[in-house]
């Protein structure tokens, strides 16, 4: 029998982007021929996966998962909404999202050993994507912690226990029943979800947005004409007024808009836990979408008849 080494796995690997256990084990029942070893990968259905690598994955899930004192959120994508709707689909999220509580980023996560034996979470992406029949993807993940008090997690549009469309993690940090300080930062991730913030606090604003937000109301209140003293007192005031419509603990709360979501919190733990850290996922968010022109693709076919 030939040997079977890492190299000619890992051509094999490059050949059909199947993973590297399945790879060595058609060398193995091919005798080392590669080409043969291609066609039992197809005759498997595993080769499949490679082909669909350029399809774009904009849908799926996001997953949720809190352990202890730290939660993770992981975006996994599919093609299609049906997907979402796949038991073996959710569970796959699922799984894949308790493992990216160990893990430190994605390409970690991707090396990790499945609990059942399947190989990695790399090859065990790749297996389902050739049973399922489209591409997938680990989009991203986001980890936060405290080092006491609680993370609470909120699902939007959850079609299963911690799996949904939005998913938000906040972090409460402080003293406090657990339980209390859960329900006050689930309040907060659903706010979160309502209204999106960009940071936490204004300290946390991106410096390149922030310019770009003092340039463009710079440019609008030198249209009115007045002393410069003036404009700067304007942008000032507009300025304080875009924090309070993108700094999370500045914002009005939404169930109660007297109070910011900082003074929310205050007042309900009485000063003795804040909001530290927050994290929200969006499926397919930023992902440009490919949409089919049904209309344009009949009128061509007419046209050329």
């Not at 080494?5 to 084990?25: F, H, I, Q, S, Y």
């Not at 709360?253 to 996922?281: C, I, L, R, W, Y």
């Amino acid at each position: 029998m030939a040997e079977i080494t890492a190299t000619l796995v890992k051509d094999l690997r490059e050949k059909t982007g199947v993973g590297m256990m399945d790879c060595k084990k058609a060398l193995q029942e091919t005798d080392g021929d590669i080409e043969a070893a291609v066609d039992w990968l197809r005759a498997k259905g595993l080769s499949k996966a490679a082909k669909k690598a350029d399809r774009v994955a904009a849908e799926g899930l996001v997953g949720i998962a809190v352990a202890g004192n730290s939660g993770v959120l992981l975006e996994l994508n599919a093609e299609t909404d049906f997907v979402s709707r796949n038991e073996s689909f959710q569970s796959a999220v699922s799984m894949i999202t308790k493992l990216a509580l160990e893990s430190e980023d994605v390409s970690q996560l991707s090396q990790k050993p499945t609990p059942s034996g399947e190989g990695t979470v790399g090859e065990y992406l790749t297996n389902l994507i050739a049973t399922i029949g489209e591409n997938m993807n680990v989009r991203r993940m986001a980890k936060i912690s405290v080092n006491q008090g609680v993370v609470a997690a909120y699902t939007h549009s959850a079609i299963a226990d911690g799996l949904g469309r939005i998913g938000v993690l906040v972090a409460v940090e402080g003293e406090g029943d657990a339980a209390s300080l859960n329900d006050i930062g689930r309040k907060v991730a659903m706010h979160v979800a309502a209204t999106a913030p960009l940071s936490l606090s204004s300290e946390d604003l991106d410096p390149a947005v922030v310019a770009r937000e003092r340039q463009v109301l710079t440019e609008q209140a030198r249209e009115s004409g007045k002393p410069e003293a003036v404009i700067e007192k304007m942008i000032d005031g507009r300025m304080r007024k875009y924090e309070e419509e993108v700094v999370l603990l500045k914002q009005p709360f939404v169930m109660n808009p007297d109070q910011t979501v900082g003074e929310f919190v205050s007042a309900s733990t009485k000063g003795s836990a804040k909001v530290t850290a927050f994290a929200m996922f969006k499926l397919g968010e930023g992902i440009e979408k490919k949409e089919d022109d049904f209309a344009a693709e009949v009128a061509s076919m007419t046209s050329g008849s």
